[in-house]
């Protein structure tokens, strides 16, 4: 598995551990490792054939915790990226014209 760039930045007064993820973009690496965690304890629930979105994935109960839509696009994209680098079985799927990402097991 390819693991993420992954630097120190100081965008607040405090340290934070950002990765770089699809796009060249970067998120939390505590982000990044709390939605990794999250779909390895719920890959059991994951049925072949079906479509998901993240949300769907890794449950109304984290989803819910994340503060704001910025937060909800990193955590996708993070997922992106684990999906990208082979870390869980899914594969993308276009659902109509729907922005939002579709995944299905391989």
């Known amino acids: 598995m390819t693991m993420p760039h992954i630097k120190k930045s100081a965008q607040t007064t ?3 551990i950002l990765i770089r993820v699809l796009g060249g973009h970067q998120a939390p690496l505590t ?3 709390q939605i990794e965690r ?8 994951i049925i072949d ?12 109960a ?9 937060m909800k696009r990193m955590a996708g994209r993070c997922f992106a990226h684990m999906v990208s680098v082979g870390r869980f079985p899914f594969r993308f799927v276009q659902y109509k014209r729907y922005c939002t990402k579709r995944y299905q097991l391989k």
């Open 14 to 16: 405090e340290n934070r």
């Open 31 to 33: 982000l990044y490792q």
């Open 38 to 45: 999250q779909v390895s304890s719920r890959m059991q629930t």
């Open 49 to 60: 054939g079906q479509l998901y979105t993240l949300k769907i994935i890794i449950g109304e």
């Open 62 to 70: 984290l989803w819910g915790t994340l503060p704001n839509n910025q």
